[in-house]
């Protein structure tokens, strides 16, 4: 065989080769064409570079608290009492010692009225009983002497009657005069209006030089009693239970209103539940009490009532940031003592003021992501990032959500 013929066949067997490399890879698959030591160090660079570094997370511990059940409604602020004040007798304002939308005391002087006629009236029915109560002793002497002298037989029967009966309708004039002396020192007390309760004055309606009259329709001005106050608001009437355990337990209220942008919080007591549920729209009212002692709320402002009307022992909590929606339910990740993470399923009772409540799938002290959980995979190592405080009770005073 001539060179030539070789080194065809040699080239024709590469060929070949080459051929069964590219169709028929599964049967090279175990073949490495690397020296066993540098394909090791390859593998390793390769895995240290597919391998993601630890995804830095913030958890916190949960704890356990008292979980507070908040009933959340609208309401609207309405004064204790409200009372349209007006005259009872006719006559002319002569002073008006308030101005409009001060606040006043029961017995405080609001208006006084021209009483130059009824003392007159009343210096006359003095001087009338006066000169009864004269005749009055002159005839109670005439009496007497008649009396003493009806055994001698010196005067009749008759004229003794006639002293007697003389003594009794000066007493009844007396009486009368008496009585006419009341009703004027009743009216002379009426002119004097006096504030019936303590509290704001509204928009004045009559001022000094006004010729006012018992049967105006219009008040002189209106008093609302600001000091305590009402809030009135309305829950379904499923809630009618817990709220009548409520009113027994005298329970706290918390009423928020807008101020200046701000929100303003007001503490109060549940103090009045509806003796029947509104039949159209099925709910039951009810009406906190507040001291109001710094007129925070005022008659007719809309507020929001959280009435905490129980409260529930034991409950875990965890921040509700730790909390995520899954498929197979709501799931937090807890952080095991080696910084791996895993999912857990959890059961949310309630959320209230950014603390979530869980009656199952978490232990005290157990860590659990508040941050971060996008980049977690079930297993997998993280580095825990400056924690956050445990959640502490939820306060009743900065309650702003409602059932879990």
Known sequence: MSGRQLAIGAAIAALAVASSYFFWPEYFAGVSLVAPETAKAAAKKAEGRSRPPPAPVTVAPAVAADMPIILFAPGTVEPIANVAVKTR?????????????????????MFVLDD?????????????????????RDAEATLARRAALIDRRIVTEASLDQARFAVEGLKASIAAGQALLDTQKTQLDYLTIRAPISGRTGSLNAKVGTMVRGIDSLPLVTINQTKPIWVTFAVPQAELA???????????????????????????TLGFVDNQVDKQTGTITGKVVAANDDEVLWPGQSALVALTV?????????????????????ITWIVSADNKVSPRVVMVERIVDQTAYLSSGVQPGERVVTDGQLRLAPGAAVTVDEPRPAPQPASEARALSGRG
Not at 89 to 109: H, M, N, S
């Open 242 to 268: 817990a709220l009548r355990r409520a009113l027994a337990a005298k329970a706290s209220a918390d009423v928020s209103i807008a101020d200046g942008g701000k929100t303003a919080l007001v503490k109060s």
């Open 89 to 109: 007798v006719d006559g002319q304002i002569v002073e008006v010692p308030f101005k409009e939308g001060d606040l006043v005391t029961e017995g405080d002087v």
């Open 116 to 136: 130059r006629l009824v003392k007159a009236q009343i210096a006359q029915a003095e001087a009338s009983i006066a000169k009864d109560e004269a005749s009055l």
């Open 310 to 330: 129980e409260v529930r022992r034991g409950m875990l909590a965890v921040p509700a940031a730790a909390v995520l929606p899954a498929q197979q339910g709501m």
